[in-house]
């Protein structure tokens, strides 16, 4: 399947990217203890784009710190409705070296935190290396820029 970076912008505008949360299990209790962040694209009921097939084309296109601090609120939403249920759930989300290279995500991360401050501190950011889509960092930069 391929995708294109307009098509990508035009899911992100009509609010197709969404989050699906992967259950992090402790191996030692057995429990849930937290959850992964996964941003996914559902064009439609039936219709899921693979991450395979917009993550890359958006980490070139230089567009993963848009994704990232548009869906950020809606993160902050669904943490908040999380911990009402389990105040000891973390919840990570995986950012890229572009979305650490933009000094908006920190404003947005502190923004956030400090308009609804979470108690126990959460566990809210991990990073990803974009090689494990098959595209290294400085390429990337590269090509965004």
Request: hydrophobic fraction near 40%; include cysteine; charged fraction near 20%.
């Amino acid at each position: 399947m391929q995708v294109t970076a307009a098509e990508i912008l035009h899911a992100l505008d009509q609010g197709e990217l969404r989050f699906f949360y992967q259950p992090k299990v402790s191996f030692l209790t057995g429990q849930v203890s937290g959850a992964e962040a996964l941003i996914r694209w559902q064009r439609d009921e039936r219709t899921i784009v693979p991450p395979d097939a917009f993550i890359p084309v958006a980490l070139v296109h230089g567009l993963v710190p848009e994704i990232t601090q548009s869906m950020f609120p809606r993160l902050v939403e669904d943490f908040q409705r999380i911990r009402s249920v389990n105040a000891a759930t973390t919840v990570a989300l995986n950012v890229t070296a572009q979305d650490l290279d933009t000094p908006r995500l920190l404003a947005l991360v502190r923004e956030r935190l400090l308009e609804h401050p979470p108690a126990p501190p959460p566990q809210l950011i991990t990073t990803t290396p974009c090689h494990r889509y098959g595209i290294g960092p400085f390429e990337a930069q590269a090509r965004r820029g």
